[in-house]
């Protein structure tokens, strides 16, 4: 059943494209996010729909992450219960895709002998070739680039190839937001973590194709693009005497017509250079949002991770930040239970927190990784309940001080690009036939400053950028109501006199 059968029509020969169903699974970061949407477009046009049904799919495919266990986890129990369904449909094509992939390779045959793809990050490309010789009958099938011990930088690098083929605007899953690659790998090594393993060399996209991608995806209806690397701000792509950084880069953005938003994630704290700081602050089309993950409060465990970084030299990098853009919103990481973490390092990771008042912050309990230096050689001498109990004391202190930092906004009109309806709409108000929702509806978007704001609205207002009345939040979400008005927010100011707005 291969993807082009030939047939006359109207005196013309034209591929009829067989329809098969594609069951893909997504864990991880907004990398894996982006390759699992760039994978699902590769293969729709090789004619698959996507269906929600693992028992219908002629192909399941699981992208995958390494950071933590708990994700291996999961995918090697989803690969579990599929044994019986490929031992019925043996035509059924059982894909492994992403950092598990390269991270595990042959052994993830051997703890699921049905898998017939393995397929690492770099070969992502390669998927629907692979996927129609193993519904071909191919032997099984493993794809990975070269470890980083396995060559010549060089010859690594071209090991890892960025997949970044323009798209088909009706393949994203929102037509107004996409996630655009900037960069490739991980330079940095934390003692901790596996991504410069799996993911490889840090290497920057060439800014021209990057403004073609951003370009493209404008002219589409797309609003809002979302810059991708793992140390996003130590971009720099080299061409002859010229280095294009992130602060030029965004520079380069502003002028896409159409594009209202530019964000970008993860920013690595030693690279949060003065120029990018005044591009944030100057560069209209950059959200005032920066995730910049400290990961730890203590210098001995910060020293441990190979961070590059100590606690005062974090906290003058966010003096800066909040100097040079005063209404900015930032994030973070934290890992907790990393080796050797006494109460004393934890109880400096809860001042740092205290301290630094994040908008929010991602908490997570350290998983040793296999191969990484940390697994090397510090044991993993934290009790698992020690993990888990600091873990929910630092996500207690953190909601207490995002609840406290929303309370402001209250009576404050914001303005928000639309997402769409919110999570709990999605569940409440089944889509028409016609796949649009009639009514108010419950939408949900964000500020200029990444504060999630959900509202009443229509369907029609999703993609645009509406001011919106605050009037309740919680930790994580502003409640408002828009305001109806058909005049911009600096206007409104004036006509209402007591409510106040900015870019927010
Ligand atoms: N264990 C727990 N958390 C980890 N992270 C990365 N590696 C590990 C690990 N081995 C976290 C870091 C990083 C985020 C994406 O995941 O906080 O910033
Ligand atoms: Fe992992 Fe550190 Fe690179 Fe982030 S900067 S991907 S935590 S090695």
């Known amino acids: 059943m291969g993807g082009g059968l030939y047939r006359g029509y109207l005196g013309f020969r034209r591929r009829v494209i067989m329809t098969k169903k594609l069951y893909i699974e997504t864990v991880g970061c907004q990398m894996n996010v982006l390759d699992s949407e760039l994978v699902v477009a590769s293969l729709r046009r090789e004619g698959y729909e996507l269906t929600d049904n693992k028992t219908d799919a002629d192909t399941i495919l699981f992208n995958t992450c390494s950071v933590r266990q708990h994700a291996e986890d999961k995918i090697y129990s989803a690969l579990g219960r599929l044994k019986h369904a490929k031992r019925d449909h043996p035509g059924k094509v059982i894909g492994v895709l992403g950092c598990m992939a390269q991270k595990d390779q042959r052994l993830v045959f051997q703890r699921a002998p049905y898998v017939d793809l393995v397929v690492g990050p770099g070969q992502l490309h390669q998927v629907p070739r692979l996927v129609e010789e193993a519904r071909a009958g191919a032997e099984q099938r493993l794809e990975v680039s070269l470890g980083r011990k396995e060559g010549a930088r060089d010859a690594i690098e071209r090991s890892h190839e960025s997949f970044d083929p323009l798209r088909d605007p009706a393949m994203r899953p929102t037509p107004y937001q996409a996630y655009v690659r900037i960069m490739i790998g991980c330079d940095k090594f934390c003692t901790y973590c596996i991504v410069p393993s799996v993911r490889g060399p840090e290497q920057s996209r060439p800014p021209r194709e990057i403004l073609a991608e951003a370009r493209q995806l404008a002219s589409e209806g797309c609003k809002e693009i979302i810059l991708l690397g793992q140390t996003v701000n130590s971009y720099h792509y080299r061409a002859g005497e010229r280095t294009t950084r992130l602060s030029d880069l965004l520079g380069e953005l502003q002028v896409v017509e159409g594009l209202e938003r530019i964000r970008f994630i993860t920013n690595y704290p030693k690279d949060m250079t003065d120029d990018l700081l005044a591009a944030v602050r100057d560069l209209p089309k950059s959200t005032r949002y920066?995730?910049?993950?400290?990961?730890?409060?203590?210098?001995?465990?910060?020293?441990?991770?190979?961070?590059?970084?100590?606690?005062?030299?974090?906290?003058?990098?966010?003096?800066?930040?909040?100097?040079?853009?005063?209404?900015?919103?930032?994030?973070?990481?934290?890992?907790?239970?990393?080796?050797?973490?006494?109460?004393?390092?934890?109880?400096?990771?809860?001042?740092?927190?205290?301290?630094?008042?994040?908008?929010?912050?991602?908490?997570?309990?350290?998983?040793?990784?296999?191969?990484?230096?940390?697994?090397?050689?510090?044991?993993?001498?934290?009790?698992?309940?020690?993990?888990?109990?600091?873990?929910?004391?630092?996500?207690?202190?953190?909601?207490?001080?995002?609840?406290?930092?929303?309370?402001?906004?209250?009576?404050?009109?914001?303005?928000?690009?639309?997402?769409?309806?919110?999570?709990?709409?999605?569940?409440?108000?089944?889509?028409?036939?016609?796949?649009?929702?009639?009514?108010?509806?419950?939408?949900?978007?964000?500020?200029?400053c990444d504060r999630i704001v959900v509202f009443t609205g229509n369907r029609r207002q999703v993609g645009q950028i509406l001011p919106v009345t605050i009037y309740d939040a919680n930790a994580l979400t502003l409640f408002g109501t828009v305001v109806t008005q058909h005049v911009g927010p600096e206007l409104f100011t004036l006509s209402t006199g007591n409510l106040s707005t900015g870019n927010l």
């Open 290 to 448: 920066l995730h910049v993950p400290a990961q730890s409060g203590s210098d001995r465990i910060l020293e441990r991770m190979k961070r590059g970084y100590t606690v005062s030299e974090y906290r003058e990098m966010l003096g800066r930040v909040r100097d040079w853009i005063p209404e900015v919103a930032v994030t973070s990481d934290f890992i907790v239970g990393f080796c050797g973490e006494t109460d004393e390092d934890f109880s400096q990771t809860c001042q740092l927190a205290r301290q630094s008042r994040f908008k929010n912050s991602y908490i997570f309990k350290y998983s040793q990784r296999p191969g990484t230096k940390g697994a090397e050689r510090f044991p993993d001498d934290v009790p698992e309940a020690v993990k888990k109990e600091r873990n929910n004391h630092l996500l207690a202190l953190q909601n207490a001080i995002s609840e406290e930092d929303n309370q402001p906004f209250l009576g404050r009109v914001v303005e928000v690009l639309v997402e769409g309806p919110s999570k709990t709409a999605r569940k409440r108000q089944p889509a028409t036939e016609s796949g649009h929702v009639d009514g108010p509806l419950q939408l949900t978007g964000r500020t200029l």
